[in-house]
């Protein structure tokens, strides 16, 4: 097993511009999230899924889109970067919730100038 | 809202030796998981211990143990005889144990970096 996987690992970013982040996990866990880390602080929850073609929104999903076709893929979508958006990025996956452990990708490190 | 607090951004320990590093948290629930988390350099997230608060009995694994103390909010964690490779950044998470979806988001501290001296 890969666990989860994400890409890419680094990406600089001008303001104004978009891109997507991959994240793909191959232990079929039904739940998946994406946090966003900033310089000196914990993760917080941008987004969420339950399952495929269910998402919803974390505590800061402002600038964010995601989308969930399959159960193994979870990117997220940025639109119109801002430098406010640097920071970074880790996507994580379970069984359900609840007890069982989150299992984290190794994060994408974006910065936008 | 749930908040976690760890008031030590840094520690250090020498080789061999026991650390402690702190986390408290705030929450109304009775039926939570606790965990705690290590971030080396390399970024990637390992979880280390967790805690179920309905067990009174405090989670142990090999060098590392906590110090579950629900009436005081308190979730320490004990480092046993250091090694280098301990060094990295501690975060205490919270997670709630009722509801779904967001409820069940991991609910982090600031961290606490761990140096190791030889």
């Known amino acids: 097993n890969a666990g989860v996987t994400q890409t890419p690992k680094f990406r600089i970013l001008k303001i104004g511009q978009s891109m997507t982040l991959q994240c793909t996990q191959d232990m079929n866990h039904n739940y998946m999230y994406w946090y966003r880390q900033d310089p000196g602080m914990g993760l917080k929850l941008i987004y969420y899924?339950?399952?495929?073609?269910?998402?919803d929104k974390g505590e800061v999903p402002n600038g964010y889109n995601v989308s969930r076709s399959t159960t193994e893929d979870f990117p997220l979508r940025l639109e119109l970067a801002a430098p406010s958006q640097t920071s970074v990025y880790f996507c994580?996956?379970?069984?359900?919730?609840?007890?069982?452990?989150?299992?984290f990708g190794p994060g994408t490190r974006l910065t936008v100038l | 809202a749930q908040t976690v607090t760890q008031s030590q951004p840094e520690m250090s320990v020498q080789e061999a030796e026991t650390v402690t590093l702190s986390c408290t948290y705030d929450?109304?629930?009775?039926?939570?998981?606790l965990f705690w988390y290590k971030q080396p350099p390399s970024r990637q997230m390992i979880l280390v211990i967790r805690?179920?608060?309905?067990?009174?009995q405090n989670a142990t694994e090999n060098r590392f143990s906590v110090n579950f103390q629900k009436a005081a909010k308190s979730f320490s964690l004990k480092i046993s005889d250091s090694q280098l490779g301990d060094a990295a950044m501690y975060f205490c998470?919270?997670?709630?144990?009722?509801?779904?979806?967001?409820?069940?988001?991991?609910?982090f501290g600031t961290g606490t970096l761990l140096a190791v001296q030889p």
């Open positions: 929450t109304s629930e009775s039926d939570y998981y």
């Open positions: 805690q179920e608060a309905y067990k009174q």
């Open positions: 994580a996956s379970s069984y359900q919730a609840l007890y069982n452990e989150q299992f």
């Open positions: 899924s339950v399952g495929a073609g269910i998402t």
């Open positions: 998470a919270y997670r709630s144990a009722t509801g779904g979806g967001a409820t069940n988001k991991l609910i």
